[in-house]
């Protein structure tokens, strides 16, 4: 007899995901292809030289399945269990996050602000940038 093992168990196995109901959970939504095809039901099994594509995070994994689990090990036997068809690439850095000038800033404790601050703020808010 061939082995076979639940998907939410091996992808939990696996260590993709900290729970395997946090995998189910995943799988029950519809985002997993087992060799193409949508998989929707956590207790869909998972055979060797399986093709698996899921998202994690904000990226998604391709991979594929070269054995099957017993047990929840050490992230060493875990990474035994799969290939990595498309490891995951470093996050671009370059990218700086772009602040957005704030025109109601306020020193901490100075109260409210008076009707002659707030028509000021509001003839900021209103300058016309069309030139």
């Known amino acids: 007899m061939e082995e076979q093992l639940r998907i939410d168990k091996w992808l939990w196995y696996a260590r993709f995901f900290k729970s395997r109901a946090i995998a189910s959970r995943m799988v029950s939504s519809g985002r997993l292809r087992i060799n193409g095809e949508s998989i929707s039901k956590p207790h869909r099994t998972v055979l060797p030289d399986m093709v698996l594509v899921f998202p994690q995070g904000e990226t998604i994994r391709t991979i594929k399945v070269l054995a099957l689990a017993s047990r929840r090990g050490p992230a060493s036997e ?49 300058i016309d940038h069309d030139d």
């Open 78 to 126: 875990a990474q035994s269990l799969y290939e990595d068809l498309d490891p995951p690439q470093p996050k671009d850095t370059s990218h700086k996050r772009v602040t957005i000038p704030q025109f109601e800033t306020r020193d901490t404790g100075s109260g409210r602000p008076t009707k002659r601050d707030r028509r000021r703020n509001d003839a900021l808010k209103s």
